[in-house]
């Protein structure tokens, strides 16, 4: 018996650059996992329309996610790569899905709590895509029956949305969707800010300082690492303790998830160094890995025709699967 290999699904939102946090945190471990699963890998453009921003063009950030996608060693032969607008069963499962959703488990979205508190008067100027958002990853996800989502820790909660949502539906109607399972590695899964390593690095950060974008330059991610926040223990000591030492933790982990050895061999080999020392041997490192991947991001990004090929063939394969969940939950609803 040939068993078929699970289906696996990861997006990433196109809006503005990219930082080594969601380099780490999600799409560090896509090209390893194309051998392994169906893979599914989403440039989620819809998501990106939550934030308006005249500065930002959405068209330039697609085709350069896609690029890093590639360049990350997504496989587009191997793995199916696409953007979420080119597959409009999305935005036609998110409406299904909102009606099976409730207002209070939205208000409860960690993510939803943070991004409207930015803006004071938020009923008034907080638009509705936002509250939604998790329902259209839901609708991703669900989509294309998914066993598995390799995300951020950040959207843990987000997958648990999506498993009460299609549960919710399969107890009404019978087993319509699959129910997916995050996978978060122990380390790396939040990347912290530099100079706040309590709070997570975030592309919208307004300090420049706290993020390290995988387009900076080699002599800026330098000066980065190398401002980043340790601690002020009298001994330097390279060890991992969130609570304690959440600069010197952040590092190792940023360290770990680039050499890929794990963060208590890292802990062991670095013994006795000074935390000048360390930030030198991280940055080092760091910016070899950049530089790569840089230059292989720029060899795809210059070739738009091939981009959008990638895209609309990826679209194409997506549609044959999204058209198959549609028509199923549609046939259920009594929609004819
Ligand atoms: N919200 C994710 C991010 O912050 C992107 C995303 C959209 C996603 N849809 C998804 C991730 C479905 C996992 C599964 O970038």
């Not at 500065?55 to 060693?73: H, K, P, V």
């Not at 008034?124 to 998914?146: C, E, H, R, W």
């Not at 949502?165 to 939040?190: C, D, E, H, M």
Request: proline share 3%; glycine share 4%.
């Amino acid at each position: 018996m040939i068993l078929s290999k699970s289906i696996l699904f990861s997006a990433v939102q196109p809006s503005g650059k990219l930082t080594i946090g969601n380099y780490i945190g999600t799409m560090r471990h896509w090209s390893k996992m194309q051998n392994d699963y169906h893979c599914l890998y989403c440039v989620a453009d819809l998501h990106s329309l939550t934030i308006q921003d005249k500065n930002f063009s959405l068209r330039e950030s697609i085709l350069d996610t896609i690029s890093f996608y590639l360049a990350c060693g997504v496989d587009p032969n191997k793995s199916i790569i696409f953007i979420q607008s080119h597959v409009p069963q999305h935005s036609q499962l998110n409406w299904i899905l909102n009606c099976f959703s409730q207002f209070s488990e939205l208000l409860r979205m960690t993510q939803f709590k943070i991004k409207k508190t930015i803006k004071n008067n938020y009923i008034k100027n907080t638009n509705v895509g936002l509250f939604n958002y998790p329902i259209l990853m839901a609708s991703d996800i669900l989509l294309y029956q998914t066993n598995f989502v390799p995300v951020g820790r950040d959207q843990k909660q987000h997958i648990e949305l999506t498993r009460n949502i299609a549960n919710r539906i399969n107890a009404l109607y019978g087993n319509i969707f699959t129910l997916p399972v995050p996978l978060i590695s122990k380390y790396g899964s939040k990347i912290m800010s530099l100079l706040e390593p309590r709070k997570k690095m975030s592309k919208s950060d307004i300090n420049k300082k706290n993020v390290i974008f995988l387009l900076d330059d080699i002599p800026s991610v330098v000066l980065k690492i190398k401002n980043a926040v340790t601690d002020s223990e009298k001994l330097s000591r390279i060890c991992f303790d969130l609570e304690k030492k959440p600069g010197i933790s952040n590092l190792l982990e940023i360290f770990s998830s680039i050499t890929n050895k794990e963060v208590h061999i890292l802990s062991e080999e670095l013994k006795g160094i000074t935390y000048s020392e360390f930030k030198s041997i991280v940055s080092d490192h760091l910016s070899k890995f950049l530089l790569q991947l840089q230059k292989s991001y720029f060899k795809y990004r210059c070739n738009e025709s091939y981009l959008k090929k990638v895209a609309y063939e990826g679209a194409f394969k997506a549609q044959l699967k999204a058209k198959q969940t549609l028509n199923k939950i549609n046939l259920k609803l009594g929609l004819v």
